[in-house]
């Protein structure tokens, strides 16, 4: 086992561009809500587009971790941030479910059988 | 007083500023500031307490009519959630890494005068002013912001471990009980209106969640007590706390959190609330339980696997798991003291060595645990811990009163004599 866990750049890579893609994709909205004359789109977009995404990109320069657990649950974040990002209707519930992420990856650590779990990480883990 | 009339335009890219500027800065100074750890760790701590504080202290605000916000986007129970964060980041990491030495006090006096004594009444319509809005922004200052840079100062150079850990109870009380509970009810509904429930109830549900809140505090206080260190992993201890409340259970915190949200749920009559209780059964199985084979484990290999054998996660035993046996001496000349050794014993000790001695009050140690002389009736408090679980919790709540009045009264005679005899020399 490694002493340290990184992750896959192609896996880094997909959540990075995911995460442009939503943001742009939100900024539109503010464009089209302008054009409607509503502000509200133009008002929340720092709060619930570039706060998730900076906490993304914070989360993928992150150090490498001392656990594959630890790696993982960072993950588990920014898969839920940019859910956060693509599903705005749910933010606030997505947001107030996030220990549930850690639950999920102590359940796959520790229930799941050792060669799906190892498979289904090296997905994500160099 | 400065009351200008600003264009709307403006207000709303102040808006945009007030949330991102703060981020940004918190963004470049922690990058700058990144060969030190500590001081990070208490730019993240005041960003929290402030969070929690500053959402109370605002509630405060506009329940006493000292001002309300305008508008209708992003309101999180009538607070812009941009302004409320961004606030927490300002005030917190942003001027606790940008001026690290320089006190709060001095930090902020030119805030409350020149920004908010001059600008305040140009807010309209981002926000509007009422009367005795100058008592709201000091209240804020002195309860919010005041202490979270504090905070953040003595966790970067290890001072004032006290003061720190009541900081961090203080803002975790905030953030868990006022924060979550909104935020809960913004989600799925329902609202506080305390004044509709009946006194009794809300009188029954403050006395249920003042015991239960014994037991997070009185944890709290032995990380800090008898581990050197505070209940936050970023901060840890420096040595496995078995001692006082969790020679019963191992999750006093969260067990406190998840009472605290069922008895809030049914004073509130408000399931949602209730179930946050679930969710702290799922941040322990996640997240506590990692940090606990990552870090306890590998610290205290031998210890936290003894420990983790004898002492339940969640349920409290009725008897305490002692590892090493404590002293309790006492004088038995003394009727008082004699007496209170008697009635100890009819309860039930386990795992406390009663000695007689000629000491004038009676005295508690266990050196092994880092518990060394303590005295008085912090050592009665310490002792009625060997009996059982409720005996815990009347000690507990013994030690939070008793531990700070002796460091409080310490202080003040150490003030008295610098005053009376530094002056003289």
């Given at each position: 086992m490694p002493s340290v866990f990184q992750l896959r750049p192609a896996a880094g890579l997909v959540a990075g561009c995911g995460c442009i893609i939503l943001a742009v994709w939100r900024a539109v909205d503010v464009f089209a809500g302008l054009a409607n004359g509503s502000e509200h789109a133009l008002l929340a977009y720092p709060l619930t587009v570039i706060f998730p995404a900076v906490l993304i990109a914070i989360l993928l320069m992150?150090?490498?971790?001392?656990?594959r657990e630890g790696l993982l649950m960072r993950v588990g974040t920014i898969i839920q941030l940019l859910l956060i990002l693509a599903l705005p209707r749910f933010a606030l519930y997505l947001a107030l479910g996030m220990p549930v992420v850690f639950l999920v990856v102590e359940l796959f650590e520790t229930r799941l059988p050792a060669p799906l779990r190892d498979r289904l990480a090296r997905l994500v883990v160099a | 007083m400065i009351e200008l009339s600003l264009p709307v335009w403006l207000l709303w890219l102040l808006r945009w500023v007030l949330f991102l500027a703060p981020l940004a800065a918190t963004l470049v100074l922690a990058h700058k500031r990144r060969d030190k750890p500590r001081a990070l760790i208490g730019g993240l701590f005041a960003f929290l307490y402030g969070l929690g504080t500053i959402f109370v202290t605002h509630e405060l605000a506009i329940e006493m009519g000292w001002w309300h916000y305008g508008g209708d986007?992003?309101?999180f129970r009538d607070i812009p959630a941009d302004i409320w964060i961004g606030g927490a980041l300002a005030f917190g990491p942003v001027l606790a890494l940008a001026?690290?030495?320089?006190?709060p006090f001095v930090l902020l006096v030119p805030i409350v005068i020149g920004v908010h004594g001059t600008l305040?009444?140009?807010?309209?319509?981002l926000l509007f002013p009422g009367p005795n809005w100058y008592f709201g922004v000091v209240l804020v200052f002195v309860v919010a912001h005041l202490p979270g840079i504090y905070l953040a100062q003595w966790t970067a150079s290890r001072q004032h471990l006290g003061w720190r850990v009541t900081l961090l109870a203080i803002g975790f009380g905030c953030l868990a009980f006022a924060v979550l509970p909104s935020a809960i009810m913004e989600a799925m509904g329902g609202h506080w209106?305390?004044?509709?429930?009946s006194p009794v109830l809300l009188a029954a549900g403050a006395l249920a969640i003042g015991v239960c809140s014994v037991m997070g505090l009185a944890a709290v206080q032995m990380f800090a007590l008898y581990?050197?260190?505070?209940?936050i992993p970023l901060d840890p201890t420096e040595r496995l706390v078995r001692v006082g409340i969790f020679a019963f259970v191992r999750n006093p915190m969260q067990l406190c959190s998840a009472l605290v949200w069922i008895i809030l749920g049914a004073v509130l009559q408000n399931v949602w609330v209730a179930l946050a209780a679930l969710m702290a059964w799922v941040f322990v199985a996640g997240m506590v339980r990692w940090h606990h084979r990552y870090d306890l484990l590998l610290r205290f290999p031998e210890g936290w696997t003894e420990y983790v054998a004898h002492v339940p996660e969640w349920r409290p035993r009725w008897r305490p798991w002692i590892k090493h046996t404590a002293t309790l001496t006492f004088d038995p000349a003394n009727a008082a003291q004699d007496r209170i050794v008697h009635l100890l014993q009819r309860v039930g000790l386990t795992g406390l060595d009663i000695r007689a001695g000629g000491t004038c009050s009676m005295e508690y140690g266990c050196e092994a645990e880092g518990v060394h002389r303590l005295d008085g009736i912090a050592a009665f408090a310490m002792a009625i811990h060997h009996t059982n679980f409720v005996g815990a919790l009347v000690g507990a709540a013994v030690l939070l009163v008793a531990v700070p009045a002796a460091y409080l009264r310490a202080q003040l005679s150490n003030l008295v004599f610098s005053a009376r005899f530094g002056r003289a020399s």
């Open positions: 992150f150090p490498p971790s001392q656990s | 986007t992003q309101m001026f690290p030495t320089v006190s305040f009444l140009s807010l309209p319509p209106a305390l004044a509709e429930r581990g050197n260190g505070t209940a």
